[in-house]
């Protein structure tokens, strides 16, 4: 049986008489890194903030590392490390006096935490630099620091790769990874660049408008995930227009940015070829693929708003 350390039930939020959560049954497996999905606004943040204790649950309860009191909870709490909607900073301080107030704050005994953790985090050559001086990215990077001071079992992250440039995602997504394969530290991040989260979750949760309308592992998305042929065209309307009445198929997608993704004859590509060419239309590129979890998460977002 798994081991589930977060679990909550019909969590609610309301603000007023509107809710902005809404019966949220959530379950986050130890060890796993449970990659929280959903647009700008659909209740990500909310959601986190409720299991970490910094805003109230309107209904519904979250229960930790199998405790079910809300007294409990509040005390299973010290085990978890959070970065929610940024990082508090005391800009006039550097990055070493900063960790050494939260380390104070938290009674954590001892000094080395602070070294470990900057150079966990990649900020130990930081010296007498003050925060207000850092980019956005090395802010991020001493909020995750902040977060892991006190070696937590529950690490929940709030959009952590926001400002980072390319290196410190991939620097980051290592972290990430290091923590749960080697630390056997539980993470809950939330972000939304899919492609980033796809590389380093096991596990989904995926929110829409306040509701989770899907939880699953990434083999489970791997399997749903649809296989389409993607063609790139000189003549995307032709193309589409000989689709559907040479070929009578109407399941296909047009993109942003003119490619089309066909969402038939999968298996039989060159009958798609040849059709359009004795038809007119050069291909520019033709090729089998899969739904990545964008086109996943893009899929399944259009379903249940159908």
Do not use: W
């Not at 938290?106 to 850092?134: A, H, M, W, Y």
């Not at 239309?281 to 379903?303: A, C, M, N, W």
Request: hydrophobic share 35%.
């Amino acid at each position: 049986m798994e081991d589930v350390i977060v679990k909550t039930v019909h969590m609610t939020k309301k603000y007023g008489k509107h809710e902005v959560v809404k019966d949220i049954n959530m379950h986050v497996k130890k060890g796993s890194i449970y990659g929280f999905i959903g647009l700008n606004g659909a209740g990500k943040s909310t959601c986190l903030r409720m299991i970490a204790g910094l805003t109230d649950v309107s209904r519904g309860t979250v229960q930790l590392f199998h405790e079910t009191n809300k007294k409990a909870v509040n005390e299973e709490r010290k085990r978890i490390g959070t970065m929610i909607e940024g990082p508090d900073l005391y800009p006039h301080m550097t990055a070493r006096q900063n960790l050494e107030v939260v380390r104070i704050q938290r009674g954590i005994p001892g000094r080395s935490c602070i070294s470990n953790t900057l150079k966990q985090v990649g900020l130990e050559d930081t010296g007498k630099k003050k925060v207000r001086t850092f980019s956005l990215g090395m802010k991020q990077r001493l909020g995750i620091a902040i977060a892991l001071l006190s070696s937590p079992e529950l690490l929940i992250l709030d959009e952590p790769i926001n400002g980072l440039d390319p290196v410190g995602v991939v620097e980051m997504r290592q972290l990430l990874k290091e923590l749960s394969e080697e630390h056997g530290v539980t993470i809950i991040i939330s972000s939304h660049v899919l492609t980033e989260v796809y590389h380093i979750a096991t596990h989904y949760g995926i929110i829409h408008q306040g509701e989770l309308i899907e939880q699953c592992t990434r083999e489970e998305i791997e399997e749903k995930s649809q296989a389409y042929i993607f063609l790139r065209v000189d003549d995307r309307a032709k193309a589409v227009t000989i689709i559907e009445e040479n070929l009578g198929e109407t399941n296909y997608e047009v993109l942003e940015d003119g490619a089309i993704k066909l969402y038939s004859y999968v298996d039989n590509p060159k009958v798609v070829s040849r059709v359009l060419h004795e038809n007119g239309v050069s291909i520019e590129e033709l090729s089998p693929q899969h739904d990545t979890l964008e086109g996943y998460f893009t899929r399944l977002i259009k379903e249940v708003s159908a």
